[in-house]
């Protein structure tokens, strides 16, 4: 759909008034200030007019680099949240966190206001998984591969088989990439300690079939394109989720 149309569909103004509003810069798409009337957008793009988000029916759908140091909260009296980081329009249209990232945990978060979708992909029964990039104390090696494909026993449960694998491994510091199908509270934080290797950095790159790409900067968001939405949807079961989302940073 053209934006014009799009804009004089919201019931505010009229398609040729839409046109000089978009030609004078007062319109911003996916955070861009976009002047050209008949751009084509789709339903899960944003488009804000004069800071105001315009409201359509369709779900949305947002990938965020998440930054160190901030919560994973939709809002917080004393602390910057994720939500700070996106347009306060948002927040009417109730988009939230799917499941979260600890404090000092980096990377890709997914947010949405489509309960059935969150529930899908955050239920334990669906086993998307996760990937992240671990910065740990001390040398890792096969021994903790091994240790993390049977499974590790921590204080209050068993995790699930994850894959481990070394990037670089030095006496004072290592490396990793560890992939998991669960998010329970500091999970990733707690399977290393317990190999005895406390986690220095942590950061998260994949998301079920989303991977946070290259070009998106720290702090920034954007839309998913249908093709990751699709795929996002497809590698989700059915589930519908039968206990709350955990901690999984």
């Not at 347009?87 to 059935?116: E, H, I, S, W, Y």
């Amino acid at each position: 759909m053209r934006l014009d149309k799009y804009l004089a569909l919201s019931g505010e103004r009229s398609r040729s008034e839409a046109g000089k509003s978009v030609r004078g810069g007062c319109v911003r798409v996916n955070g861009n200030v976009i002047k050209d009337p008949a751009m084509r957008i789709n339903e899960t793009d944003l488009v804000t007019f004069s800071g105001e988000l315009i409201e359509n029916q369709a779900n949305q759908y947002i990938m965020l680099h998440k930054p160190t140091g901030v919560l994973t909260a939709a809002r917080d009296k004393h602390a910057q949240t994720v939500m700070d980081l996106l347009p306060q329009a948002l927040a009417k249209r109730k988009v939230l966190p799917v499941g979260r990232l600890d404090k000092d945990t980096t990377g890709l978060l997914l947010l949405t206001n489509d309960g059935v979708l969150a529930h899908r992909v955050l239920s334990p029964k669906s086993h998307v998984w996760k990937k992240y990039v671990a910065t740990v104390e001390g040398m890792l090696d096969q021994e903790d591969v091994e240790a993390f494909a049977e499974g590790l026993q921590l204080s209050d449960f068993e995790a699930m088989p994850a894959v481990l694998t070394i990037c670089s491994a030095g006496v004072e510091s290592s490396i990793a990439e560890v992939e998991i199908r669960e998010g329970k509270f500091h999970q990733v934080k707690r399977m290393f300690g317990s190999r005895g290797h406390e986690v220095i950095k942590l950061h998260r790159s994949t998301f079920g079939s989303l991977t946070l790409p290259d070009d998106l900067p720290v702090g920034e968001y954007r839309p998913l394109t249908d093709d990751e939405l699709a795929a996002l949807i497809g590698c989700s079961s059915a589930t519908q989720l039968t206990e709350e989302g955990l901690v999984d940073g």
